[in-house]
C-alpha cells in the first residue's frame, strides 16, 4: 500500500507543480482573479504532495524501541500538515482575493492563453484522478466494500488526500472556465471574482474534511465496523472460544490495525491449551487480515461465569 500510495502522490505533485507555473503566467497575463486562485490552489497542493511523500516515508518507519507500535500516526501528523496547507494556501488566498475582486474589479485582457492553460490543466488532473482512482477501486474491492466506502473510512490519508485534491481540482477548473465565461460575455469582472470565492469554499471543504480524518486517526480511530465484526466472527470460529467478552481496535498507521480483546475460553480449556488457542487466533487474524500488525488477548470470564463462582 505504501509504495502505491508514494506513486499516487509522486504524480499529483509532479501534475500539480507543471500546472500551477502555468495558471501563474497564464493568471498575470489576462489578468484574472479566479485564473491566480486556480494557480494558488496548485500550488497549495504542489506543496500539500511534497508533506504527504514525507507522511508516506514517516509513516512506513520500522517499529523500535522508543516506538514499539512503529510510526504509522507520524504519517496522520504530515497529512495534517498538509491538510492545513490546502487550509491556508488555497482557500484562504482564493476566497480573500476573489472577495477583492468583486469590491475592486479587474482589468481582463486576452484571455485565450487562460482558457488554453485551463483546457490543458483538466486533461494533466485527470491523469492524477485517475490514477487515485485506480488505487481506490483495487483497495475497496480487495476488502470488499464500496469504493464511497472505501474513501469515508481509510486510513490511507495520503491517498484520501490526493483523491479529494484532484477532485477539487478538475471542479475548480471548471468554475474558473465560467467565471472567465461570464466575465467576458458581460463584462463584469465580479463574475470572475465570485467564481474565485466558490473555488476557495470548496477548498475550505475539502481541507476541513481532510483535517477531521486526520485529527480522528491521530485520536486513536478504530477499524470500520464491519471489519471489526469480521475479527470477532473470526475469534468466535475458534473452538476453544466461548465468547468475546470485549474487542477494541485502533489504526496504527496507514493500513496497520492493533486488535486486543477479552476472550472468554471454554472452561474445559487447560493452560497449555489456551496458549495455543491464543497463539492459533493470533495466526487466524493475520492471515485473514494482512494489516493487523498487533493482537493482545486477554483470558477473561464472562460476568456471568464469575456469578457463577
Same mark, same amino acid.
Given at each position: ?11 499529483? /505533485?509532479? !501534475?500539480?507543480?507543471?500546472? *500551477?507555473?502555468?495558471?501563474?503566467? +497564464?493568471? @498575470? $497575463? #489576462? =489578468? ?39 510510526? /504509522?500516526? !507520524?504519517?496522520?501528523?504530515? *497529512?495534517?500538515?498538509?491538510?492545513? +496547507?490546502? @487550509? $491556508? #494556501? =488555497? ?46 477501486? *483495487? ?171
Amino acid at each position: 500500500m505504501a509504495e502505491e500510495s508514494m506513486g499516487t502522490v509522486v504524480v499529483a /505533485g509532479l !501534475a500539480n507543480l507543471a500546472i *500551477a507555473a502555468a495558471k501563474l503566467v +497564464a493568471g @498575470l $497575463v #489576462g =489578468g484574472s482573479a479566479a485564473m491566480l486562485s486556480e494557480a494558488a490552489h496548485s500550488a497549495a497542493d504542489t506543496v500539500t504532495e511534497v508533506l504527504l511523500l514525507v507522511a508516506v516515508r514517516r509513516g512506513g518507519k520500522p517499529a523500535d524501541r522508543r516506538h514499539p507500535f512503529g510510526y /504509522g500516526k !507520524a504519517g496522520f501528523v504530515w *497529512a495534517l500538515m498538509a491538510a492545513g +496547507a490546502t @487550509l $491556508v #494556501g =488555497g482557500a484562504g488566498f482564493s476566497i480573500t482575493h476573489g472577495f477583492h475582486t468583486i469590491s475592486h474589479g479587474e482589468n481582463l485582457s486576452d484571455l485565450t492563453l487562460s482558457y488554453l492553460v485551463l483546457a490543458v490543466s483538466f486533461v494533466i488532473e485527470a491523469v492524477s484522478w485517475r490514477k487515485a482512482m485506480s488505487q481506490v477501486r *483495487a483497495e475497496a474491492e480487495r476488502l470488499g466494500v464500496s469504493r464511497r466506502a472505501y474513501v469515508a473510512r481509510t486510513s490511507d490519508t495520503a491517498l484520501k488526500a490526493v483523491l479529494f485534491e484532484d477532485s477539487a481540482a478538475l471542479a475548480g477548473l471548471v468554475i474558473a472556465a465560467l467565471g472567465l465565461l461570464g466575465a467576458q460575455l458581460t463584462g463584469n469582472p465580479a463574475w470572475d471574482g465570485v467564481a474565485s470565492v466558490v473555488i476557495g469554499v470548496l477548498l475550505l471543504a475539502i481541507a476541513l474534511n481532510l483535517i477531521a480524518a486526520n485529527v480522528s486517526l491521530l485520536i486513536g480511530q478504530a477499524a470500520p465496523r464491519g471489519m471489526e465484526t469480521r475479527i470477532r466472527a473470526t475469534l468466535l470460529a475458534q473452538p476453544e472460544v466461548e465468547d468475546v467478552v470485549e474487542l477494541l481496535t485502533m489504526m496504527l498507521g496507514p493500513g496497520r490495525l492493533m486488535v486486543a480483546a477479552k476472550i472468554d475460553f471454554r472452561d474445559e480449556a487447560s493452560a497449555a491449551g489456551l496458549e495455543i488457542a491464543c497463539d492459533e487466533v493470533d495466526r487466524r487474524l493475520r492471515e485473514r487480515y494482512p494489516g493487523i500488525v498487533q493482537v493482545f488477548l486477554d483470558p477473561t470470564p464472562t460476568r456471568a461465569d464469575r456469578r457463577g463462582e
